[in-house]
């Protein structure tokens, strides 16, 4: 990819981060208004989802939704605003319910709402898991409130509502899979991806596009598959990315130690590479590391020799780059169709995604 192209990709992310940040702060005010008055522990789980869902991210899904609508109109669309949110509110649900079910004390530099739960109440173990299932609950709720309440015909409210909670269900279904992809044999290339595409693709690509296209009009039902296609293939690379980043960047450039998956028992895209491609002595250091808790950096380090060693690193990078101009291949069949500009934007995202470093 260009430099002129990735620079216009960060652009376009960083308009639409930098505008939604308002946006959904004026939406947390708003909410809070809405009572029910003489209580804490509403207030106080509204404030620590409104925490979570302010401190950031790159906000793609946001900016999908924006402009799988520009494929239709340059124009102003209603309902966007509220798709976004919606989209936002149901990723904050994922984030919280994630860090529960991983026991993460930390998310995005700062604490997990479940931590920050059994912080305010160290004696009650069970009161502050509760609290924080009710948490990620309500960020769930408000995401598809938000959609049925938005300033849109009913028809259109209704379809939306439908896309969402379908997304919903579906990213319980990919998080029941990624919990039982660690037991058992080690998952192929087709268990792997299915995963991806339920726990990941379904909400974070396939219904951010649905929801602009049919705030914009379009018939989303008479263009399903190659939609689906498209984002299972940006799915499937981004979380390809994200297990390589994982195993092998640098810490300085991504934030954390390199290794969570093989600390937390991961078979990641990375782990279940490096399984594949060692035998005997060298994939006895993996699965060790894979099977106790606090693998030190020594280890880690140890894997990631025996992973470049095998070619692992350039075989996920070429992976990577291969479903990454897949989905740009599929995005390029919609000239013609759509809008030239914004079908350009879907043709240089999965590219974009394939080279960053974070």
């Known amino acids: 990819m260009s430099a002129e192209i990735e620079a216009g990709v960060h652009e376009r992310l960083a308009g639409y981060r ?6 959904f702060a004026d939406y947390f005010d708003s909410v809070a208004r809405q009572g029910p008055p003489r209580n804490a522990f509403v207030p106080e789980a509204l404030e620590l989802v409104r925490d979570m869902s302010l401190r950031g991210g790159k906000r793609l899904r946001v900016a999908l939704v924006y402009e799988a609508a520009r494929l239709v109109t340059p124009d102003a669309v209603t309902g966007l605003d509220e798709a976004a949110l919606s989209i936002e509110l149901l990723q904050t649900h ?3 319910h994630d860090d529960i079910i991983d026991d993460s004390p930390v998310r995005r530099g700062a604490p997990s709402v479940y931590y920050a739960y059994r912080d305010r109440f160290p004696d009650r173990p069970h009161t502050a ?4 299932v009710l948490a990620g609950d309500l960020a769930a709720f408000l995401s598809v409130q938000v959609l049925l309440t938005a300033p849109v015909p009913r028809d259109l409210r209704q379809a939306m509502a439908a ?3 379908t997304a919903g269900a579906d990213t319980v279904r990919g998080q029941f899979l990624d919990l039982e992809r660690d037991f058992g044999p080690v998952p ?3 268990v792997l991806d299915t995963v991806s595409e339920y726990k990941t693709a379904r909400y974070s690509v396939l219904a951010p596009l649905q929801l602009g296209l049919l705030a ?4 989303v039902t008479a263009h399903e598959e190659e939609l689906t296609r498209y984002a299972r293939l940006l799915g499937v690379s981004g979380q390809m990315r994200d297990d390589y980043l994982d195993l092998f960047a640098d810490a300085g450039t991504v934030g954390k130690p390199a290794g969570s998956d093989l600390r937390e028992g991961r078979r990641s895209y ?7 491609a060692t035998s005997g002595a060298e994939r006895a250091v993996v699965e060790s590391a894979l099977a106790g808790p606090g693998c030190p950096p020594q280890t880690v380090g140890r894997v990631q020799d025996i992973a470049r060693h095998h070619g692992v690193d350039e075989q996920l990078l070429a992976e990577i780059r291969g479903g990454a101009e897949e989905a740009a291949a599929v995005a390029a069949t919609w000239r013609g169709r759509w809008r030239d500009e914004a079908v350009a934007f879907f043709e240089q995202l999965p590219l974009w995604g394939a080279l960053r470093t974070q």
């Open 94 to 96: 994922g984030l919280i």
């Open 129 to 132: 898991l509760g609290l924080a």
């Open 216 to 219: 914009a009009g379009a018939d």
């Open 18 to 23: 930098d505008r939604f940040h308002g946006l």
């Open 270 to 276: 990375a782990v279940c590479a490096l399984l594949a």
């Open 163 to 165: 896309v969402q909670a």
């Open 188 to 190: 192929d290339r087709a």
